[in-house]
């Protein structure tokens, strides 16, 4: 078994009523970042992690999370 990384990082956004570019601006990085982000394109780093995380009222786990796939 291996771990996949995964995110709620788009339905968070949503709850805020936050466009990507809306939330990128808070977050200091392009709205291709954050896109790239929520189809798991791109693993964000610790700090990026935890801006998105503070930018939506979330903790970090509730954004990212590791996901068992055969």
Known sequence: MTQCF???LKVARAERN???DEL?????V???TVG????????????LALILAMKLSKKV?????LEETE
């Open 6 to 8: 995964k995110n709620r």
């Open 18 to 20: 936050l466009s990507q």
């Open 24 to 28: 990128a601006k808070l977050a200091g």
């Open 30 to 32: 392009t709205r291709q």
């Open 36 to 47: 790239s982000i929520e189809s798991g394109q791109y693993c964000p780093s610790a700090k």
């Open 61 to 65: 786990e509730e954004l990212f999370y």
